[in-house]
């Protein structure tokens, strides 16, 4: 059986997250997203790969070249995590505002 990389640790490094903010604007060869970099091409790879295996990023083959692309599916299992979250802090923010609009009116008066 093969283990996966938990999808939370990979995302735990700047490096690796900031390689996900690149490869949500567009498709980028390892040698581009290595450019964005003060590390080796090698440590990017490395980085690369283990967003490989948590399937937040994946490959395509365009001739010679290999373009890395966002993969918006492998995100879900992190989005699933904080949703109940931000919708927790929606309604705090909610209640806040009520009990602020209240203060407002009440000084108005």
């Known amino acids: 059986m093969k283990l996966r990389r938990d999808v939370f640790q990979a995302i735990a490094d700047p490096t690796r997250r900031m390689i996900i903010s690149l490869l949500a604007v567009q498709a980028m060869t390892p040698t581009a997203i290595a450019e964005s970099f003060d590390s080796s091409r090698q440590t990017i790879s490395k980085h690369i790969q283990i967003l490989s295996e948590c399937e937040i990023v994946r490959q395509e083959q365009k001739g010679r070249e290999i373009y890395?692309?966002?993969?918006?599916?492998?995100?879900?299992?992190?989005?699933?995590?904080?949703?109940?979250?931000?919708?927790?802090?929606?309604?705090?923010?909610n209640k806040l505002e009520a009990v602020m609009k209240l203060k407002i009116h009440e000084h108005k008066k």
């Open 68 to 93: 890395y692309h966002l993969n918006p599916n492998g995100m879900k299992e992190i989005a699933e995590f904080i949703e109940p979250f931000r919708k927790m802090w929606d309604d705090r923010f």
